[in-house]
């Protein structure tokens, strides 16, 4: 399984008029966190869309357990559970500075060629860099 954590702090203009976070900005924390832990390990969203592949999100489901509130910093976990195919599955925990639970979230995004617009297989070298996870240990 893939497991990786970023760090996101709310800003102000994420938070709504009660000071927390908007529930339309985690979208953009969820593509913030899957864009920046797949850079952990070598791997650019930039160069898969240059290879001609897109990822659009088909599927986003969020489950709010407590707010996120201005100026905290925001520890978010991305899981890949599955090794990506045609579709790829990511999770998120987000926990706050107190290490509380607060949210967690699941994308599901298929592999595109850009031209067509028909589902591909994911890059190799993006499932070179992601196998080591899934292997047995």
Known sequence: MFDASINIRVRYAETDQMGMVYYGNYATYYEV??????????????ELEEEGIIMPVIENNSKFIQPALYDELLTVRVLIKKLPGIKTIFNYEFTNESGTLI????TILVFLDNKTRKPCRPPSHLIQLLTPYFSAR
């Open 103 to 106: 949210h967690k979230g699941e």
């Open 33 to 46: 966190a899957r864009v920046e832990a797949l850079r952990q390990i070598g791997f650019r969203y930039k």
